[in-house]
């Protein structure tokens, strides 16, 4: 059993363990490799695989008419696309970008393979709709967590979440800025108050967290 085989049976054991026509549908997928930084898929283009990143992160990011850029989700090892799947399933094209953070390998399965095995293979099927279900799930609660909860605690969580060892977050405002939904101007403005209250240091595209104990407890607050 080669290296590919391993991986995907281990992030994918649903698949794994299901019939015959499934694991034939897998076996036969094609192996794709795209570097970081690279486009995936963009705005109108049509769908023409249903894949299954193995390695790697894709970021899937809308752009605002004033050119405001807001993430939506991100798909890693182990996962498929939200919309991937809406637009092999229905044929439209898609809606938003998707960008490689970092190398990237994936298996894809052709629109052909991808129509004929929902039909004749129950496992796929089932998985591609449970896995869409469950997906569509988290893109939910991430526009709820946009739309409800602060900016303050969205910036605390995101900023402990990409803090180092040491504390240090190396993200630019405006890349803050489009991981929140947000405006680069709202974020420079709560990382100066975080400043001023001693929470964070501010340096040339870094944040260095000074308070990492006050800075959870902000984004835990549920008031």
């Not at 059993?1 to 794994?16: G, S, V």
């Not at 947000?182 to 001023?196: G, P």
């Not at 040339?204 to 000074?210: G, I, L, M």
Request: charged share 20%; proline share 3%; net charge negative.
């Amino acid at each position: 059993m080669n290296k590919e085989n391993i991986r995907w049976q281990e992030l994918f054991p649903t698949l794994a363990s299901s019939d015959n026509q499934t694991r034939a549908v897998i076996e036969g997928a094609s192996m794709i490799s795209i570097d970081a930084n690279q486009p995936v898929f963009h705005v109108g283009s049509p769908c023409e695989n249903y894949v299954l990143v193995l390695e790697g992160s894709v970021r899937v990011h809308v752009i605002g008419e004033g050119g405001r850029e807001a993430v939506l989700y991100r798909v890693l090892p182990g996962q498929s696309c939200v919309l991937t799947t809406c637009s092999i399933l229905s044929g439209d094209s898609y809606p938003a970008e998707g960008f490689t953070e970092t190398h990237v390998r994936a298996l894809a399965v052709s629109k052909s393979a991808f129509d004929v095995s929902l039909e004749s293979a129950p496992a796929f099927r089932r998985f591609v709709f449970t896995n869409l279900g469950n997906r569509i799930a988290d893109v939910i609660a991430r526009m709820e967590e946009v739309a409800f909860r602060p900016i303050e605690r969205r910036l605390a969580t995101c900023l402990l979440a990409r803090a180092d060892e040491a504390g240090t977050v190396r993200i630019t405002h405006q890349e803050i800025a489009v991981e929140l939904g947000t405006a680069r101007e709202v974020v420079s403005r709560h990382l100066k108050r975080l400043e001023s209250a001693g929470l964070v240091a501010l340096g040339r595209a870094t944040v260095q967290v000074q308070n990492s104990g006050e800075l959870q407890r902000l984004a835990d607050t549920t008031l």
